[in-house]
């Protein structure tokens, strides 16, 4: 009897999604929020939050470039670290590969903590494991009391790095953030700039742990430095603006999943209208099937995704569910006026999210992300707006761009066969 009902609780366990089995997000009030577009608003606004800084300054980035938009934020964050300022960045060892050298010469001669995540300083560096997992998030907390989240690389808005200088700018968005949810984002680089300095001093680390007097209190100490974890604190203050939002990572740890959970419930709960915005779309058949499930209850399901592609393969994984989502009720347009790079999504204009994680295996089963999702109507409002005129700059597709039969069978199984064998590369087991 009793293993029967073991095997029950299993296959109850089993057949749950496995976007349902991630960390809930927790919801707080007293926060207030801006919209931000691209560089143009966000490299401003940070860069007089680093100069006004008086304490500490933690930032996270895949790209750090050796543009001029890029070297006057770095020479921003060796003149905080100059004057007294704790300044802590890490960066991405793929993502930053290029500019390496020259980050380091703007900002480790002054004093700032520059760590490397995952670096790829060798050919041999490219099989290890886990290199296919890398740090995707884009954060900066600056004394503890303003932080930026979204999906803007410290790279100017008109360069790209595969394709040169353009005359417009890629769409793109962040947000400026204050309130309680900030200790969460500061909480979540420091796990990750402890964890990169970790792998190049362990040697030393370890020594220190065994000379200790109370090693295994150290040893906790420093596993909870390099857990994402949310920190405690008091209760928020009620005459701060009521702005409800949660913080929400993914990591390869116990929030593998949260990302993904909190698309997922607010697209299951549609009433009205979806957009989605993203520049890399491959989702599983659990996201797809939620999306044409409210097409077909008569919610307005509106996908953004890129015109201009400049990954070739990214632009078929894409393009070869058209014809899928199409049938089911689902409207997609194109972003062609620039590179598209936002990822961002509105639910019936009360509930909206923006960060680093697109939609595909990458984001929602590799890499480190981080977004930020909001309950507030005047806020998904205004990401609602710009969203709203991105598409009537975009092209409506009418008609899936391959056409039906075996050639277009070909392709599907191809862009599946890739992904699969990619993830299982990584170390991702199981269907997708």
């Keep these: 009897m009793e293993s029967a009902i073991r095997a029950k609780r299993r296959e109850r366990v089993n057949t749950r999604a496995p976007w349902s089995l991630g960390v809930k997000p927790k919801f707080e009030g007293g926060h207030s929020v801006e919209l931000l577009r691209g560089g143009d608003d966000l490299f401003p606004a ?11 300054i933690w930032l ?39 500019t390496l050298a020259a980050i380091r010469e703007w900002m480790v001669p002054a004093g700032v903590d520059l760590a490397v995540f995952r670096p790829i300083d060798r050919w041999w560096s490219y099989f290890q494991p886990g290199q296919a997992r890398r740090l995707h998030q884009k954060l900066c907390v600056v004394d503890g009391g303003v932080a930026f989240v979204g999906g803007v690389n410290l790279i100017a808005d008109r360069n790209d790095l595969h394709h040169g200088w353009s005359d417009a700018p890629r769409l793109d968005f962040a947000c400026r953030i204050r309130g309680v949810a900030v200790a969460e984002v500061e909480q979540s680089v420091q796990a990750i700039w402890t964890r990169a300095m970790l792998g190049r001093v362990w040697r030393d680390e370890l020594a220190s742990l065994v000379r200790s ?6 040893a906790r100490r420093l596993a909870t430095r390099l857990r994402i974890v949310r920190p405690k604190r008091a209760n928020p203050n009620d005459t701060q603006p009521p702005v409800s939002l949660a913080f929400v990572v993914r990591d390869n740890l ?19 209208r979806i957009d989605l915005v993203t520049p890399y779309f491959y989702p599983d058949r659990h996201f797809r099937n939620a999306l044409a499930k409210a097409a077909e209850r008569g919610v307005k399901v509106r996908l953004l995704l890129q015109g201009k592609i400049d990954y070739r393969i990214a632009g078929v994984a894409a393009r070869v569910l058209y014809d899928e989502l199409l049938t089911k009720g689902v409207q997609i347009f194109e972003y062609t006026p620039a590179y598209l790079h936002a990822k961002a999504a509105v639910v019936d204009e009360e509930w909206a999210t923006l960060g680093s994680s697109n939609i595909d295996p990458l984001s929602l089963l590799l890499n480190l992300e981080a977004n930020v999702v909001v309950c ?7 990401v609602s707006e710009e969203l709203a005129i991105a598409m009537v700059a975009s092209s409506a597709v009418l008609a899936p761009p ?18 699969h064998w990619f993830l299982r590369m990584a170390g991702i087991n199981g269907r997708y």
């Design 60 to 98: 996270a980035t895949y790209i750090f470039h050796d543009d001029a938009v890029a070297q006057t934020l770095a020479l921003l964050l060796a003149e905080a670290a100059r004057r007294g300022v704790q300044v802590r960045v890490v960066v991405d060892g793929f993502g930053s590969k290029a």
């Design 213 to 218: 007097a109370a090693p295994m209190a150290r």
């Design 254 to 272: 116990r929030q593998r999943r949260s990302i993904e959970r909190v698309y997922m419930e607010a697209i299951t709960h549609a009433r009205h």
């Design 402 to 419: 391959y056409a039906k039969g075996w050639f277009a069978v070909v392709r599907r199984t191809f862009v599946a066969m890739v992904a």
């Design 376 to 382: 507030d109507a005047p806020f998904a409002r205004r």
């Design 46 to 56: 940070m860069g007089t939050a680093i100069a006004q800084a008086r304490h500490t």
